[in-house]
């Protein structure tokens, strides 16, 4: 499972009601760590690992220690195997090869601008979670119209894919070098 991140609020902003909204998502950048956030928000300050660690209000930036905090916890689906990593989003022609996707150095949590299920990736900009992305036909990383279906699933998303320690031993390919003191690692008392 992730781990839930609590995201801040001012008092200004501390009901949904009070965070205005456009109909068209825009991108802006983190005032913490300058990472693009696409959001439909017309105002934006901190991304949610940064206003959760700064303790400030993510609409407007304000100190928002004292005022509404909300835990924001990826969206539990029944089958939790559906997770966004099993269908291959859809590009945009200016996200349609890897080379005109930028990525940060640390993956973090985003929303997706559709149904609020979190993924973690290293892009530096995300709309839309893969699902919705093809649902949708639109591009995973700005929202625009992608009316090719995409192929490539990223590897960030993969995230259930790394809790499975248990595989680690059983890899019988012949590139494990099971010649050479290979096999499972005898217990140490």
């Not at 991140?5 to 965070?19: A, E, I, P």
């Not at 998502?25 to 005032?31: H, L, Q, Y």
């Not at 709309?127 to 192929?151: F, H, Q, T």
Request: glycine share 8%.
């Amino acid at each position: 499972g992730q781990g839930q991140v609590t995201v801040w609020y001012c008092h200004m902003h501390n009901n949904s009601s009070k965070r205005p909204k456009s109909d068209a998502g825009r991108v802006w950048e983190c005032r913490g760590c300058g990472v693009e956030v696409n959001t439909n928000y017309k105002e934006f300050a901190f991304c949610q690992p940064c206003s959760h660690k700064e303790k400030r209000c993510m609409v407007c930036g304000e100190d928002a220690q004292s005022s509404s905090q909300m835990l924001v916890k990826p969206r539990e689906t029944e089958q939790p195997q559906l997770q966004a990593s099993s269908v291959p989003p859809r590009y945009c022609p200016s996200h349609g090869t890897s080379e005109k996707r930028t990525k940060v150095g640390n993956p973090k949590f985003w929303d997706c601008t559709s149904c609020g299920r979190q993924v973690t990736t290293n892009y530096s900009s995300f709309a839309l979670c893969p699902p919705c992305s093809e649902k949708d036909m639109r591009c995973m990383i700005c929202g625009a119209p992608a009316l090719e279906a995409g192929r490539y699933v990223p590897p960030a998303t993969l995230s259930h894919a790394y809790s499975h320690p248990s595989r680690a031993g059983d890899d019988k390919s012949p590139s494990a070098g099971s010649g050479a003191g290979g096999g499972p690692p005898s217990p140490t008392a």
